[in-house]
Every structure is written in C-alpha cells, then in structure tokens.
C-alpha cells in the first residue's frame, strides 16, 4: 500500500498506528490482509470512535482477548466476523 494513501487513512481515522520507542509510526501488522487493510476494520474503527474511544482506548479494545469472542476483536475480524465484534463495541458504550 502506498505510504500516502496509509498517511490518509491515519488522518481519516479508518486505520491506527502506534508510536515506536524511536518515534515513528508503524501500522500494527494484525490490521493487514495481504497488503490491505482486515475487511471490516474501518467500520469497527469509526463504531468505536462514535462511541468515544480515542485512539489508545480503541487500539486496547481491538488486541484485548473477549471472552465472547474466540480470541481478541482483531483475531475476529481477520476470520471476517466483523458482525459480531461491532455488536460487541455497540454493547460496551450503552
């Protein structure tokens, strides 16, 4: 993926990116399917955001294991059951 089209969907806030110890910004490889981004994510991403999750907050949510879900939000998405992990973001802000 171009490095301009990841900068915009930073700025869109369709994908997240975590700052190293040096500074720079690297996108967390479980948010990549075959040099695109997981099928779902971006809608999740902008669920959560609604919610009123930061960045941080959402990033924790996504790679934190649910014991509804086989696994974490992220592991769910990669196996396509973005459904399930939306309803899921939905519940934890009512």
Known sequence: MPTG?????????KLLAVTRPDGTLAVPAAFLDDHQIVK?????LTLLFDCGFDDLEALRWLF???????GTPIDALVRRRATE???RAQAMAF
């Open 64 to 70: 934190t294991a649910d014991e509804s879900l086989p």
């Open 40 to 44: 779902g994510l971006c809608g999740t």
């Open 5 to 13: 089209r990841v900068k915009q969907l930073l700025r869109d806030r």
């Open 85 to 87: 992990v939306n309803r």
